[in-house]
């Protein structure tokens, strides 16, 4: 395990993850922090997101199988898209009820979770054509038949 095996992808969601975590607890309405705001559902939404992100880097670390990688980058990276984009209606029409305004951290947490499925994407995308697992030895060319 090697926290070097982690590349911009990977770095970049749970950064996101990471940085949306601590926005969370900030003042996003004017009137208490965005776990307070948001509606259990919400909070519980963002939660699956930022645990997909760090599924994605700890396959990523650990070396497993490709297979997981990518299951993870997949699944992260559609619940990240779908969260992202509820969050955006969230975060928008909670700013028109009762005169409250949207601060600071509810816009730096809706970049927060942008990064999340857009590090998955990026880590999708990412072959690792340098990594030990993905060398190949192409078999032995097979003898021509005699005819």
């Known amino acids: ?13 749970l950064l996101g993850a990471a940085a949306l975590l601590v926005t969370l607890f900030f003042d996003w309405f004017g009137a208490g922090s965005g776990w307070s ?3 259990w559902l919400m909070d519980l ?6 645990i ?8 990523t670390v650990r070396g497993a199988a490709p297979v997981w990688a990518l299951g993870a980058c997949v699944v992260t990276g559609v619940v ?3 969260v992202f984009l509820v969050l955006l209606v969230r975060v928008i029409t ?13 816009y730096l947490g809706l970049v927060f979770m942008a990064l ?5 994407w990026m880590a999708m995308r990412d072959e690792r054509l340098t ?7 192409p078999p032995p060319a097979r003898p021509v038949p005699d005819g």
């Open 45 to 50: 939404s963002l939660v699956v997101a930022m």
């Open 37 to 39: 705001h948001l509606g």
């Open 94 to 106: 909670l700013a028109d009820d009762d005169g409250m305004s949207a601060g600071v951290a509810a």
């Open 131 to 137: 990594a030990p697992e993905s060398a190949f030895t």
């Open 1 to 13: 395990m090697s926290l070097r095996r982690l590349r911009l992808g990977e770095t970049l969601g």
């Open 52 to 59: 997909g992100a760090g599924w994605i880097a700890w396959v």
């Open 116 to 120: 999340i499925p857009v590090g998955a």
């Open 80 to 82: 990240g898209a779908i």
